[in-house]
């Protein structure tokens, strides 16, 4: 039988420490455990898409699931990123976790291949049928076969393990259409949204929480964000959803991902590390002046000092007293040459 217990809130996708030798920081990561929990989020998603699951090797996938099980101690449900190279290795995957007491696994659709939706509805039917744990579907289309609103809810009536859905593609009328489709048979099933930039607006059409890559870095506002919303105060909410897309947007489009949210990690105390994909000299510049704009978006927010020489207050390049002059005396002789000074 599955749990009776509807995923909700915010599980935070865990990013992963790693030590000089670039292997999985064990103190820090638990550590970070202790941190999330203790800022209020819901629930924790080791080895997702942030937590840079495909480059891991399948034992270290495990571990990090061991070690966060482990340092949570039941205090918030785990929803443990159990996605393989084939089915079989999934299952396994599925099995192990549910010995460590998770509370559900998520699965992305196969990934690589790019397969029909009936390849994909028969990928997750197999699970369905041998999985000992619930499972929740994963549908990133950016990187994976998407799993259509037809699929989902073939799957959701068929398989009783299958218990939520986890979307990151930000789009709306999509969840809108799933949850409307699959909600009057299956109550229970959760829907989770994996986009940021869109966490109030979908959590207003129905979503019951999401796995959420700011709430790894400012837990303490995607929190407050997810409470304002069901509270409804949204003229509240409106402005802390604005402030959380400008930190989102800075993280995840001025680098490669996720190490816009690696270094904003840093910012708050901890040390991941250098990622397991190698950067160029260029990045690694651009990631240097990434850090510091990140740095000043989260000072604004009171989560950490200004960097050295502080923060400018406007986008707009300095400005050069010469070429202002310059400038001036170029109009005024132009309006002169028309009798106009």
Same mark, same amino acid.
């Given at each position: 039988m599955t749990s009776s217990t509807r995923l909700t809130g915010i599980f935070t996708p865990n990013l992963v420490p790693l030590d000089a030798q670039g292997d999985i920081h064990e103190a820090e990561l638990r550590r970070y455990v202790d941190w999330l929990i203790a800022r209020g989020v819901h629930g924790l998603y080791p080895n997702g898409s942030t937590g840079e699951f495909t480059r891991f090797t399948v034992e270290e996938r495990r571990r990090i699931i061991a070690i966060v099980a482990d340092q949570t101690q039941g205090?918030?449900?785990?929803? &443990?990123?159990?996605?393989?190279?084939?089915?079989?290795?999934?299952?396994?995957?599925?099995?192990?976790?549910?010995?460590? =007491?998770?509370?559900?696994?998520?699965?992305?659709?196969?990934?690589y291949y790019?397969?029909?939706?009936?390849?994909?509805? &028969?990928?997750?039917?197999?699970? =369905?049928?041998?999985?000992?744990i619930d499972v929740t579907l994963?549908?990133?289309?950016?990187?994976?076969?998407?799993?259509?609103?037809a699929t989902v809810q073939r799957l959701s009536e068929n398989f009783e393990r299958i218990v939520a859905i986890k979307d990151s593609s930000g789009d709306i009328p999509h969840m809108i259409r799933m949850i409307k489709a699959v909600r009057p048979n299956r109550p229970e099933f959760s829907f989770l949204t994996g986009w940021d930039a869109a966490l109030m607006p979908l959590l207003l059409i129905g979503c019951d929480g999401g796995t959420n890559a700011t709430s790894g870095v400012v837990p303490e506002v995607t929190r407050k964000l997810?409470?304002?919303? $069901?509270? =409804?105060?949204?003229?509240? &909410?409106?402005?802390?959803?604005?402030? $959380?897309v400008t930190l989102f947007d800075t993280m995840i489009y001025s680098a490669e991902f996720p190490e816009g949210f690696r270094a904003a990690v840093e910012l708050r105390g901890f040390r991941m590390g250098v990622g397991r994909q190698p950067l160029s000299p260029e990045q690694q510049a651009d990631l240097s002046t990434l850090s510091r704009t990140i740095q000043c978006l989260l000072s604004e927010q009171g989560f950490t000092d200004q960097p050295v020489g502080g923060c400018s207050t406007s986008s707009a390049p300095p400005v050069n007293p010469t070429e202002v002059s310059a400038i001036v005396q170029s109009v005024l002789a132009e309006l002169k040459r028309h009798g106009l000074a």
């Amino acid at each position: 039988m599955t749990s009776s217990t509807r995923l909700t809130g915010i599980f935070t996708p865990n990013l992963v420490p790693l030590d000089a030798q670039g292997d999985i920081h064990e103190a820090e990561l638990r550590r970070y455990v202790d941190w999330l929990i203790a800022r209020g989020v819901h629930g924790l998603y080791p080895n997702g898409s942030t937590g840079e699951f495909t480059r891991f090797t399948v034992e270290e996938r495990r571990r990090i699931i061991a070690i966060v099980a482990d340092q949570t101690q039941g205090r918030v449900p785990i929803l &443990a990123g159990a996605a393989e190279a084939n089915v079989k290795e999934t299952i396994r995957a599925c099995e192990y976790y549910h010995s460590l =007491g998770v509370r559900a696994v998520a699965i992305v659709a196969p990934f690589y291949y790019k397969l029909s939706p009936a390849s994909v509805y &028969a990928y997750f039917a197999e699970i =369905g049928r041998n999985t000992p744990i619930d499972v929740t579907l994963y549908n990133i289309p950016l990187f994976a076969s998407p799993i259509d609103v037809a699929t989902v809810q073939r799957l959701s009536e068929n398989f009783e393990r299958i218990v939520a859905i986890k979307d990151s593609s930000g789009d709306i009328p999509h969840m809108i259409r799933m949850i409307k489709a699959v909600r009057p048979n299956r109550p229970e099933f959760s829907f989770l949204t994996g986009w940021d930039a869109a966490l109030m607006p979908l959590l207003l059409i129905g979503c019951d929480g999401g796995t959420n890559a700011t709430s790894g870095v400012v837990p303490e506002v995607t929190r407050k964000l997810f409470d304002l919303t $069901l509270a =409804g105060r949204l003229e509240e &909410a409106r402005r802390v959803q604005y402030d $959380l897309v400008t930190l989102f947007d800075t993280m995840i489009y001025s680098a490669e991902f996720p190490e816009g949210f690696r270094a904003a990690v840093e910012l708050r105390g901890f040390r991941m590390g250098v990622g397991r994909q190698p950067l160029s000299p260029e990045q690694q510049a651009d990631l240097s002046t990434l850090s510091r704009t990140i740095q000043c978006l989260l000072s604004e927010q009171g989560f950490t000092d200004q960097p050295v020489g502080g923060c400018s207050t406007s986008s707009a390049p300095p400005v050069n007293p010469t070429e202002v002059s310059a400038i001036v005396q170029s109009v005024l002789a132009e309006l002169k040459r028309h009798g106009l000074a």
